[in-house]
């Protein structure tokens, strides 16, 4: 979601256009120069002893990131270093077996220009799940 104001901008900008000169012949154009990173998840809801597929993009290509984990109680889980893809994406994967049952916050922070991600949200459930 792009938010913006006119008196500022809010952060994360999901993506910042300049206007390519034209020469002779060509139309004007918008190049993409920018892209805030962005976690997502397979889902908000999980039951305990499963897994949350997480999908992030956005990020420095082929470069270092850390995701974050902050549990129901406040307490952060140690952090986990992740290298991007060269189109600067990545997935893992949450196993929530450890996990408490609860809102779970997740956020991964691109290493090289110290922008952080969105903040994905994730409960954990006591319910017992039949079938994966």
Sequence with gaps: MLRLSIKSITLPLMALLAIA???RGETVGFQERE???T???SMDRVPAKRFVDVTGSGFTPSANVTSHLLQPDGREFPFLPILTDSDGGFTHEVDTLLLL???HELWVVDDATGVSSNVARFEVTREQETER
């Design 39 to 41: 976690v997502e998840l």
């Design 21 to 23: 000169p034209a020469s």
């Design 101 to 103: 049952v609860g809102v």
């Design 35 to 37: 892209v805030a990173p």
